[in-house]
């Protein structure tokens, strides 16, 4: 039996994956224009014509992440993300700060190292103790392994985001499973708006954010149901505990990709 030639190839995935009857358009129509829908249908047991939570999650995660990575790149390379002064003087201040308490950096030639634990200081001092061209192509290094990492915290990140929707909706008797389908959707459909705050599109940045807490919150009233004072409520509560934990998981990662 030969090989199926590229062409036969990408006619049977189109056919199979992408054509318009296929289970990844129908599920992005749900994701897209009807909030929550997609894990009703998935509770209720019509799971054969729609992609999985997890497969679902996963693949539009990977694709937004590689996108973020190549305009990160492309905005790197032509110097409009990061630009150290490469002939500043010694006087000169560059100070990374991470919250009211955490600050490194040099300043008047002097390495400082203001909340950190010991062995991370040693690790930063021995980054900025280099020439200001190395210290460009570090803070090059640092943002790319932040990129490349942010995949997996979002996805340890997931299930906290469940289990606060579990602690909000304990009389609801769902499982936790249950909370994590919402939270695998919910997700998905963040990770395109990401992706579709990275077109060049004029005065859209803020608009296109602005869809994600009135697609959370419309979601949370098409599975959850209840009144909408109560769901403000619990989604101000789940959101605060959430954005807490990610800010933490931020800095630990933007850490790890500045010792590493």
């Known amino acids: 039996m030969r090989a199926p030639t590229m062409g036969e190839f990408m006619q049977q995935f189109g056919g199979a994956y992408l054509s318009t009857e296929g289970a990844l358009w129908r599920t992005l129509k749900l994701l ?16 054969k014509h729609f992609v999985l939570p997890l497969r679902l999650y996963l693949t539009l995660s990977v694709l937004v992440l590689l996108a973020v990575r190549l305009v990160s790149h492309s905005a790197i390379g ?5 630009q150290v002064d ?20 040099l300043e008047n030639g002097v390495f400082g190292c203001r909340g950190f634990p010991e062995w991370v200081c040693r690790r930063l001092e021995r980054r900025f ?29 997931l299930p906290f985001f469940a289990l606060a929707l579990k602690v909000s909706y304990w009389n609801r008797r769902l499982r936790y499973t249950e909370h994590l389908v919402f939270a695998l959707h919910v997700h998905a459909f963040w990770f395109l708006v990401l992706g579709v705050s990275l077109l060049p599109l004029p005065d859209a940045f803020g608009l296109v954010w602005l869809t994600v807490p009135l697609y959370t919150l419309w979601a949370m009233k098409r599975v959850y149901g209840g009144r909408w004072w109560p769901r403000l409520l619990r989604a101000a509560l789940i959101s605060s505990a959430y954005l807490m934990v990610l800010l933490a998981a931020l800095v630990m990662l933007t850490l790890w990709a500045a010792v590493s």
Do not use: K, W
């Open 32 to 47: 897209l224009f009807r909030p929550g829908e997609l894990t009703v249908q998935y509770l209720r047991g019509r799971r």
């Open 78 to 82: 032509q110097g409009r993300a990061i």
């Open 86 to 105: 490469v002939e500043a003087q010694p006087s000169s201040v560059m100070l990374i700060t991470l919250g009211p308490r955490l600050q490194t950096g």
């Open 129 to 157: 103790q280099v020439d200001r061209q190395r210290l460009q192509q570090e803070a090059v290094d640092v943002v790319e392994r932040l990129i490349g990492n942010l995949g997996v915290a979002m996805f340890v990140l």
